[in-house]
């Protein structure tokens, strides 16, 4: 199972949005609606943020969003505040298996 | 509140053993799926094995299959990651993490190096 692609950076001003993309194949994020969204900041575990393609754990913030179409899911951080700042990861379920993508480091600027 | 706690991380060298353990707190282990997931230094997350709520079926990513083993404990509710056969590439640390469609509770992680 390979990785599913996402740009390595992507970098907004505070109050602004920035979407980051992951893309993957049918067997993954085409091929079911299970893909999920992590954040990461330094030296930390990971964090799921989303669910289910659009879905917030309880406690997230509505600032954040994602959305699929085809092989290609997407994430929106709107409203960009200093500590959004961190890397992300796309994530899917593959028939048992999960694959995670490459990972995109959002800069807040 | 959910909280999940790794342990069995250090140095090992190539071609030796760990186990690694993890026990949770807010929830029982025993009766979740569970996941390993590992993180290279500087690198990103990969996925690495698998166990279901019955502890009936395992899964293991192509990179660690035949030399890690996952399973449960019932009597003391915690759950393992035997490391076999350990290469340099299996320098990580490795984190549990709840769930089968989206993992969400995570430990804090335990670091693995392998090395001579």
């Known amino acids: 199972q390979s990785a599913l692609t996402q740009p390595p950076s992507a970098s907004g001003s505070p109050g602004q949005s920035v979407t980051i993309s992951c893309t993957g194949t049918s067997s993954d994020v085409g091929g079911y609606n299970y893909v999920s969204w992590y954040q990461q900041h330094p030296g930390k575990a990971p964090k799921l943020i989303i669910y289910e393609v659009t879905k917030r754990p309880s406690g997230v913030p509505a600032r954040f969003s994602g959305s699929k179409s085809g092989n290609t899911a997407s994430l929106t951080v709107s409203r960009l505040q200093t500590d959004d700042e961190a890397d992300y990861y796309c994530?899917?379920?593959?028939?048992?298996?999960?694959?995670f993508g490459t990972g995109t480091k959002i800069i807040v600027l | 509140e959910e909280q999940i706690l790794e342990s069995g991380g250090g140095l090992a060298q190539p071609g030796g053993s760990l186990r690694l353990t993890c026990v949770a707190s807010?929830?029982?282990?025993?009766?979740?799926?569970m996941r390993w997931v590992r993180q290279a230094p500087g690198k990103g997350l990969e996925w690495v094995s698998l166990?279901?709520?019955?502890?009936?079926?395992?899964y293991y990513a192509d990179s660690v299959r035949g030399r890690f083993t996952i399973s449960k404990d019932t009597s003391s509710g915690a759950l393992s990651l035997d490391l076999n056969s350990l290469k340099a590439e299996d320098t990580a640390v490795y984190y549990c993490?709840?769930?089968?469609?989206?993992?969400?509770?995570w430990g804090k992680g335990t670091a693995v190096t392998v090395s001579s």
């Open positions: 993490a709840k769930g089968w469609y989206h993992l969400d509770v």
């Open positions: 994530g899917s379920y593959a028939n048992s298996n999960y694959v």
């Open positions: 166990i279901n709520v019955a502890a009936t079926s395992t």
């Open positions: 807010g929830f029982n282990v025993i009766k979740s799926d």
